[in-house]
């Protein structure tokens, strides 16, 4: 199948699952004063969204249903790991706090594993990058034109801006590291040096978004792929002109000729001006308040309240009200596998994670392997967002490309790697 194909019913699907019409929002806003309006999302459904993801689904089942160009095998103990946690997400049903909303939240999580198996099947690492720089460029292209539409209409200021379009900010910055990792892959794969363009575009618009999270996890997930991806000679020569640059940097901060560690963090974000560094945007107290919620209950410790449930419109209206800030999830994603899936979700998470990641660098190494440093990259980079954000949990563009790069670390001989051979 060709895959600019999948590109465009992806593009579709998530934009019909996960877009919000209504232009750039007032995301600055710290007032729990609309809190309502959060719960009201946070419990019912939109009939796009469930559109979305049915279509989504269906192509999945066709994916599965074709027959594949390449044989496809998998490593066992890599494939079981996955298929458990997969398997108890969906048994969590039995013990939710919240069996509606978890029903809900499994229907969509279907829909994602059953298009992730069935593209595995048939496109490699190459064809899957080549889908996501389509169809994440898309989504990219749209956030431009809604935004230029919103902000002549009305622009907050340049401390309170945040390039969001149809998505969050938080949101709208995974997808701009999409882009800019499945561009810089293809210019080395492919040779189009035009991607990078594209990829400067990308990150352009990944620091309007101010999300410090998400630059950090694609900076590392950008040097964790060139570190492996380039010659032993070049990655030393890069570590070491890091190091260098780190020196110097540390050098000029303790002759105070750079700006405050402080205003540097912030990216200009007048929002945050007040808020100390540590306390991590509030992160800390979000923390605090999910794990006071959880203790009410330690029967739940090893289980959790259910696949994507703790956060039901209570704890949604309490957390915003503890923290005075609007929020619906944990902004730590390893925080809310142990809410949703308790310590055996959570530890299995984090053993199919890891195990992907060394999977991938094993390979990447070993064979001296572009597409196999890429998923790694992408990996990395996740490992890094979750301590800070849960966004790579939600049914997201970004998060399907996530799981389709574990999902390939499971197959026992990927072509990439008959390649590198």
């Not at 969204?49 to 074709?66: D, E, S």
Request: aromatic share 12%; hydrophobic share 50%; net charge neutral.
């Amino acid at each position: 199948m060709w895959p600019w194909i999948t590109a465009l019913v992806l593009f579709c699907c998530f934009a019909a699952g996960c877009w919000q019409w209504n232009g750039q929002q007032p995301w600055y806003s710290t007032s729990a004063s609309d809190v309502e309006a959060l719960v009201g999302r946070v419990s019912e459904g939109q009939a796009s969204r469930q559109i979305g993801f049915l279509v989504l689904g269906l192509y999945g089942l066709g994916l599965l249903a074709m027959p594949g160009t390449r044989a496809v095998k998998f490593k066992p103990v890599l494939f079981y790991l996955l298929l458990l946690f997969i398997i108890w997400a969906f048994i969590s049903l039995a013990w939710s706090a919240d069996h509606a909303q978890t029903a809900k939240r499994l229907v969509v999580f279907a829909s994602m594993c059953l298009t992730v198996a069935g593209v595995i099947k048939h496109y490699d690492i190459r064809q899957m990058a080549q889908i996501a720089c389509i169809a994440s460029t898309l989504t990219l292209l749209s956030a431009v034109a809604i935004e230029v539409h919103a902000v002549a209409g009305h622009f907050p200021g340049v401390g309170l801006y945040r390039f969001s379009g149809m998505l969050h900010p938080n949101h709208q910055a995974l997808n701009c590291g999409v882009v800019i990792l499945s561009s810089l892959y293809l210019v080395r794969i492919e040779q189009r040096r035009w991607l990078l363009i594209l990829a400067a575009i990308a990150l352009a618009a990944l620091m309007l978004t101010k999300s410090r999270t998400a630059l950090m996890a694609i900076m590392s997930g950008v040097a964790f792929y060139w570190l492996f991806a380039a010659s032993t000679k070049r990655a030393v020569m890069t570590l070491l002109i890091c190091a260098w640059i780190g020196g110097g940097v540390m050098w000029l901060n303790s002759l105070d000729v750079l700006p405050s560690f402080s205003s540097v963090i912030a990216m200009g974000r007048s929002d945050l001006k007040k808020q100390d560094p540590r306390e991590l945007t509030g992160r800390t107290a979000i923390w605090k308040f999910a794990l006071m919620q959880a203790d009410k209950d330690p029967n739940r410790t090893f289980i959790g309240y259910g696949f994507e449930t703790f956060w039901t419109p209570a704890n949604v209206q309490g957390v915003s009200q503890f923290v005075n800030f609007n929020i619906s999830e944990g902004h730590n994603i390893y925080l809310d596998w142990y809410l949703e899936l308790g310590l055996v979700g959570a530890g299995l998470y984090g053993v199919v994670l890891l195990s992907a990641l060394l999977r991938w660098t094993v390979a990447a190494r070993v064979l001296e392997s572009p597409s196999c440093a890429i998923a790694a990259g992408i990996i990395v980079g996740a490992i890094v967002h979750g301590f800070a954000e849960s966004s790579l949990g939600d049914a997201s563009l970004p998060t399907f490309f996530f799981y389709t790069s574990i999902a390939l670390s499971t197959l026992a001989r990927p072509d990439e790697l008959e390649d590198a051979v």
